[in-house]
């Protein structure tokens, strides 16, 4: 696949590495040998992430994930939205 497995934040102090199962690490962005700082709890598996642009002036980042919709492909519209 296509998809992004290691992504690093504009400064490098970050990276978000994708696990095989969806799951979601935050590690070292100068040493990923070391244990992961934080892991991300998810309600399913995420398909695709990628770190926001820093904003001027904040601190802080932005983790933006995909996560694919996991209903039945066959539900269909029975009533309209009120």
């Known amino acids: 696949k296509d ?4 992504q ?5 102090r970050l990276c978000c590495h994708l696990l095989p199962d ?3 690490q935050i590690l070292d962005g100068n040493d990923l040998s070391r244990p992961a ?5 998810l309600s399913r598996g ?6 926001a642009p820093p904003i001027e002036g904040e ?3 932005r983790l933006a994930v995909f996560m694919p ?7 269909r519209v029975i009533a309209s939205a009120e």
């Open 8 to 12: 690093w934040t504009a400064d490098e």
């Open 22 to 24: 969806g799951g979601l």
């Open 3 to 6: 998809s992004v497995i290691f």
């Open 46 to 51: 995420a398909q695709a992430f990628q770190f």
């Open 59 to 61: 601190s802080g980042y």
């Open 69 to 75: 919709d996991t209903r039945d492909s066959m539900q």
């Open 37 to 41: 700082l934080a892991g991300l709890p």
